[in-house]
């Protein structure tokens, strides 16, 4: 890949939930049939382990069995204890000391599974732990009753990871939660529709409002598409399938995150992060709603 940095990898665990009609799931591992021929391939714990070593991942990823939301307590007891016995056959099949593997917390919107979940967990944490199976369709206050039912049980001398959340008012409300990690494609993926995250909330650029609007993206940003195009001119871009307004906005995007996520940070050294968050909804309220 040419990129002589940290590499995250996630297990494939995700995708096993994502392409869930694809796919069959067992004790031993999830088979499923290939989207390109239909030809069938089995994927277990060892396999996850081996493909991430193979990447040289700097963290890496226990296979987990994601539940959607809305399952039944049964349903995700199951789903946690899969999730269990496969985190003990990573660790066996874990080869390189060097490479972080993090234990996937599961057990969906019950708390009491979340919490066995968390405590099968600590045994295999030593260098970061992950919280999995959010974001995934329920209301926003409902993972943040969750996180805040997490905070207090989840280790302190390791960063917790908060997988597959990274709109700003997530990120502003994880951290606050204790979250030290985050993953998303939001940001390039709202890019590639024509959508901005600004500080001033959401611009959708594609919208007619912004034909003749010559100013910034994001009145306080310095990126390189915010220092150099017009929201005009990224609309033309965008409605006439121009991919480079689309590499200028997820240029923008994360751009933008990255200096939300070191506000955070600089608030939490500086002992007034709930003043920051305060205001960053005051600025978020301040935009356009599109």
């Not at 080869?95 to 599974?113: M, R, T």
């Not at 951290?175 to 494609?185: N, P, Y």
Request: net charge negative; glycine share 8%.
């Amino acid at each position: 890949m040419n990129w002589d940095r940290p590499i995250l990898t996630d297990s494939g665990g995700f995708q096993v939930f994502s392409l869930a009609a694809l796919n069959k799931i067992t004790d031993d591992g999830v088979t499923f049939s290939s989207h390109v021929d239909g030809s069938y391939h089995t994927f277990t714990p060892e396999k996850a382990m081996q493909i991430q070593h193979n990447l040289g991942s700097d963290i890496m990823m226990a296979f987990d069995q994601c539940s959607e939301y809305g399952y039944t307590h049964e349903q995700a007891r199951a789903a946690m204890e899969r999730t269990a016995k496969w985190l003990e056959r990573c660790y066996r099949a874990h080869e390189n000391p060097k490479q972080a593997l993090f234990p996937i917390v599961q057990g969906n919107f019950y708390e009491d599974l979340r919490e066995e979940s968390l405590n099968r967990c600590l045994p295999f944490v030593t260098r970061g732990i992950a919280i999995g199976g959010l974001s995934v369709g329920e209301p926003k206050a409902r993972m943040y009753e969750l996180l805040d039912f997490l905070q207090p049980k989840l280790p302190t001398d390791v960063p917790r990871y908060l997988m597959g959340v990274g709109s700003p008012d997530c990120l502003v409300e994880g951290v606050m939660r204790g979250i030290d990690m985050f993953d998303c494609v939001l940001a390039t993926r709202v890019a590639r529709n024509g959508t901005a995250l600004t500080s001033r909330g959401k611009v959708v650029v594609r919208n007619g409002k912004y034909k003749e609007d010559f100013t910034p993206l994001d009145p306080d940003c310095d990126c390189y598409c915010c220092k150099h195009y017009t929201k005009a001119y990224l609309r033309h871009m965008v409605n006439v399938g121009e991919m480079t307004g689309a590499m200028l906005l997820s240029l923008h995007n994360i751009a933008y995150l990255h200096k939300l996520m070191h506000g955070l940070r600089e608030s939490i050294l500086g002992g007034y992060v709930k003043d920051y968050a305060r205001e960053f909804y005051r600025k978020q309220s301040l935009g356009e709603q599109d």
